[in-house]
């Protein structure tokens, strides 16, 4: 076998099946990163639904702590006003 045959045998696939091929593999890869972000993007929403919600729980277990600390502050007042009294 003539190994200069090799070199000078030339593949013509067509300037159009060329740039099919280019423009539907970047389709395809564009639709993969597409559908890519858009699960990322679910996910990021997903996440901000949680932190909220976990934020919502937090501002009410605040309150109920600062209405304990209102009561005991104001029971604290009144023992030391009764302290005061008896004196």
Request: glycine content about 6%; proline content about 1%.
């Amino acid at each position: 076998m003539n190994p200069h045959l090799l070199t000078e045998i030339n593949i013509d696939i067509g300037g159009f099946t060329t740039f099919a091929d280019f423009f539907f593999d970047g389709l395809i890869v564009d639709w993969i990163v597409q559908s890519r972000i858009n699960d990322s993007l679910n996910n990021v929403d997903s996440v901000v639904k949680k932190v909220k919600g976990t934020l919502r729980g937090l501002q009410q277990e605040l309150l109920i702590v600062q209405n304990r600390l209102a009561e005991s502050y104001k029971k604290r007042q009144k023992i030391i006003e009764e302290y005061k009294k008896e004196r």
